[in-house]
C-alpha cells in the first residue's frame, strides 16, 4: 500500500511538472505572437482587438497540438448531470456575467464592433479555459477520486498561474490596476474551476469567462453609487466573485463526502 501510494504521489508530481512546463511554453508563446502582431508589416497595421483575435486563434491551435501530442489531459466539454443539475451549479454566475454582458451592449457604436468584440472574447475564453482549467487545473488533481482539499489545492495552483500570466499588463498600466487585476484572475480562476469540476463541462467555464471579456472589452461607463474609480469598481467585482465562489465549492464539498 506504501508503494501505490508513493508511486501515485511521484505521477501526481510529474504530471503537475508537465502542467507548469506546458504554462511557462505558452506564456513564452504568448509573449513571442504578440511581438509579431506588433512588429511585422502589415500585421502592425490592424486594431488592437482584430490583433488579439488572431494571437487567440494561433494560441488555441497552439495548445491543442501540444496537449495531443504531449500532455495528453483529456478535455471534457460535454457534461454527465442533467441541464436542470448544470443550471442549478451554474446559474447565479451565468446571471451576473451576462447581466453585466448585456448591460454593456449599449457602449458599441455599431453592430459589427459589437460582434467583433463578442467573438474576440470567444476566442480569449477558449484558449485560456483549454490552458488553465481544460489542462492545467486537471493535470493538477489527483486521478482517483479527488477530494475538496484536492479540488482545492489544484484550483489554486491553477488560477495562480492563470493570475501571474497577467503580469504582462504591466506594459500598458500601473501597479496597482495589474495588481487587483492579478487577484481578480485568482478569484476568478478558482470559480471557474470549481465550475468545470462540478459540471464536467468546459463550456460553462468558457461561456462565463467570455461575457466577463465582453464586458471588459466593452469598457463600459460604470454607474453605481459609491463606485466612482476602476479599482473599486474591481474590488466590487472580486467581492462578489468569492461569493460565487464559495456557493460552487459548497455545492462540490457536499458531492465529495456522500
Known amino acids: 500500500m506504501l508503494s501505490l501510494a508513493l508511486l501515485e504521489s511521484s505521477d501526481h508530481m510529474r504530471a503537475i511538472r508537465l502542467a507548469t512546463s506546458l504554462w511557462l511554453t505558452m506564456v513564452g508563446l504568448l509573449i ?21 483575435g488572431f494571437e487567440e486563434l494561433i494560441l488555441i491551435i497552439i495548445v491543442l497540438f501540444l496537449n495531443e501530442r504531449y500532455v495528453h489531459q483529456t478535455l471534457r466539454f460535454r457534461s454527465n448531470l442533467s441541464w436542470t443539475n448544470q443550471v442549478s451549479i451554474v446559474g447565479p454566475a451565468v446571471l451576473i456575467a451576462g447581466y453585466a454582458a448585456f448591460s454593456s451592449l449599449f457602449t458599441s457604436a455599431t453592430a459589427t464592433t459589437t460582434l467583433t468584440t463578442l467573438l474576440v472574447a470567444l476566442l480569449v475564453s477558449v484558449f485560456e479555459e483549454i490552458l488553465f482549467r481544460g489542462i492545467i487545473f486537471k493535470q493538477s488533481l489527483p486521478t482517483v477520486n479527488p477530494g475538496i482539499n484536492a479540488i482545492l489545492q489544484a484550483a489554486a495552483f491553477s488560477s495562480i498561474l492563470f493570475s501571474l500570466t497577467h503580469l504582462v ?70 467581492g462578489i466573485i468569492l461569493a460565487l465562489t464559495g456557493l460552487v465549492f459548497r455545492h462540490l464539498v457536499t458531492v465529495t463526502q456522500r
Do not use: M, R
Open 32 to 52: 513571442l505572437v504578440s511581438l509579431l502582431f506588433n512588429k511585422l508589416p502589415g500585421l502592425a497595421t490592424l486594431s488592437s482587438l482584430t490583433s488579439t
Open 169 to 238: 499588463n504591466l506594459t500598458h498600466q500601473s501597479w496597482l490596476l495589474t495588481g487587483l487585476q492579478l487577484l481578480f484572475t485568482f478569484v476568478i480562476g478558482l470559480l471557474l474551476c470549481g465550475l468545470y469540476q462540478a459540471t464536467n463541462s468546459l463550456w460553462w467555464p468558457i461561456v462565463i469567462h467570455a461575457l466577463n471579456d465582453f464586458f471588459s472589452f466593452s469598457q463600459p461607463t460604470i454607474n453605481i453609487p459609491f463606485i466612482h474609480t476602476t479599482a473599486a469598481f474591481q474590488l466590487l467585482e472580486i
